[in-house]
C-alpha cells in the first residue's frame, strides 16, 4: 500500500503522520510506503516546524530531514490512499482534482478512526506545544486503527 498524508504548509501535521506511519510500518514489518505533501506552496523545501520534529523525537522518531512538498494532480496516480488531515485539506485537494478527478482513493484521516464522524486534525501553527502534542496523539492512534484495518 502506497500511502499520501497531506495537509495544508507539509511543516507541521503531515511530516508528523508520515513519520508516525512509517514508524509503525517498520515495526510491524509491512511492505508499505508513506510520504507527505501541502495543498500550499508556502512552505516548499523547508523543513518539519521545529515543535513537530521536538514532539516525534521525543517519542523517538526523526522527522528532521523531510522537505516540504507540493501536492499535485499527479499524485492521484501514485498513491492507493490519499489522506487529508483535516476538511479545508479535503476541499482543496476536490479542487485540484478538477471536473471529474479521481477522488476515490483521498479520505479523511480521521474518519479512520471514528468513521463518518469527518473532523479534522486541528492546525497547530499558529498555536503552542501543546497543539503539537495534540496532533501527535490523534496521529498515533489514527495509525494504529489505519494498521488494524488494512493489515
Ligand atoms: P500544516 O500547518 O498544514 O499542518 O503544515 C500549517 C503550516 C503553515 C500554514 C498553515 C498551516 N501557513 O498558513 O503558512
Known amino acids: 500500500m502506497r500511502i499520501l498524508m497531506v495537509c495544508l504548509g507539509n511543516i507541521c501535521r503531515s ?12 515495526e510491524h514489518g509491512l511492505q508499505w510506503t508513506v510520504e507527505s505533501a501541502g495543498t500550499e506552496s508556502y512552505h516548499v523545501g523547508e523543513h518539519p516546524h521545529a515543535l513537530s520534529q521536538k514532539v516525534c523525537r521525543e517519542h523517538g522518531i526523526d522527522i528532521s530531514q523531510l522537505r516540504a512538498i507540493q501536492f499535485t494532480k499527479k499524485d492521484f ?18 479542487q ?3 471536473h ?3 477522488m476515490a482513493a483521498v479520505s479523511l484521516f480521521l474518519n479512520e478512526l471514528e468513521p463518518g464522524s469527518n473532523k479534522s486534525v486541528p492546525d497547530p501553527y499558529y498555536g503552542a506545544e501543546p497543539g503539537y502534542h495534540e496532533v501527535y496523539k490523534m496521529v498515533d492512534e489514527t495509525c494504529d486503527a489505519i494498521i488494524k484495518k488494512y493489515k
Not at 511530516?15 to 517498520?26: L, S, Y
Open 15 to 26: 511530516p508528523i503522520a508520515e513519520g508516525v506511519m512509517r514508524h509503525k510500518i517498520m
Open 100 to 102: 471529474g478527478g479521481n
Open 77 to 94: 496516480a501514485n498513491y492507493d490512499k490519499i489522506y487529508a488531515m483535516a476538511t479545508d485539506v479535503l476541499r482543496e485537494i476536490k
Open 96 to 98: 485540484i482534482s478538477g
